[in-house]
């Protein structure tokens, strides 16, 4: 069962955890993005459940956020569910995800802004021996939206302007600009047969993507959500208000 978004259903962490969490990060942040820069400056390889994939230097890692892990544990626990459906994964990064729904038996495009990105995609699926269709598109550019039965989304939705093409899997822009585009070509699929699945963190402005959502008819159903290092990853549904198309 989903409840809708409302500030006040998120999980909560327990008093001590809330104290500790912004003190804690602003220590820790500088010595994480060194070592997490660093680590990534190399190709790495990661597996999850049978598959293995490559992660070229400057493309998104699934690991450390555990944002996509939650996403993929969604998607695993509908089993035979997925079997068919048409998807397709914006923002792919590695394309884990992609390969996870082809996988599972999914008919599946994946696409990334970052050309980088949809070439490790490519090298992934076939690395596992997967058929997956992969564009460079920026959001739905050139694509149309309408055709899928299921799409999944991780944006960036940290509150600063990208400088680069990796930066683009992380920042949104200082005025939230990616949501801006993206809600408005959500609002006009029929979300009562597109499932639409969006990974947001509650470390990102929540609030504020939420009201760009509903400045469009939209809302965000809260899925799934899992904590790591004091932090909630939370999956959610993109769904039509009532009297919204």
């Given amino acids: 069962m989903t409840a809708r978004y409302d500030l006040w259903n998120l999980p909560r962490h327990g008093r001590l955890a809330r104290f500790l969490r912004g003190p804690v990060r602003r220590r820790l942040s500088p010595f994480l993005q060194r070592r997490f820069h660093r680590r990534y400056a190399v190709t790495r390889r990661w597996r999850w459940r049978g598959l293995e994939?490559?992660?070229?230097?400057g493309i998104f890692p699934p690991g450390p956020t555990i944002s996509t892990t939650v996403l993929l544990d969604h998607l695993s626990a509908r089993g035979d569910g997925l079997r068919g459906l048409r998807a397709f994964d914006l923002g792919s990064g590695t394309g884990i995800v992609a390969l996870a729904l082809a996988h599972a038996g999914a008919v599946v495009t994946a696409?990334?802004?970052n050309p980088r990105a949809a070439a490790n995609v490519a090298e992934n699926a076939g690395l596992n021996g997967l058929s997956v269709g992969v564009v460079v598109a920026d959001q739905f550019g050139g694509i149309d939206g309408s055709v899928f039965d299921l799409i999944t989304?991780?944006?960036?939705?940290y509150s600063a302007n990208p400088t680069t093409a990796a930066e683009l899997a992380w920042f949104c822009g200082r005025d939230f600009d990616y949501f801006r585009r993206l809600f408005p070509q959500l609002a006009i699929l029929d979300l009562h047969r597109t499932?639409?699945?969006m990974m947001l963190s509650e470390?990102?402005?929540l609030e504020r993507i939420a009201a760009i959502a509903a400045g469009h008819g939209l809302g965000l159903d809260l899925?799934?959500?899992?904590?790591?290092?004091?932090?909630?990853k939370?999956?959610?549904?993109v769904v039509a208000r009532d009297?919204?198309?």
Avoid at 223 to 232: K, S
């Fill in 53 to 57: 994939i490559v992660i070229r230097p």
């Fill in 203 to 205: 470390d990102c402005d």
């Fill in 111 to 113: 696409s990334d802004i």
């Fill in 223 to 232: 899925v799934h959500a899992r904590r790591r290092w004091l932090e909630w």
């Fill in 153 to 157: 989304i991780t944006p960036p939705y």
């Fill in 234 to 237: 939370l999956l959610f549904r």
């Fill in 243 to 245: 009297g919204a198309a």
């Fill in 195 to 197: 499932d639409v699945l």
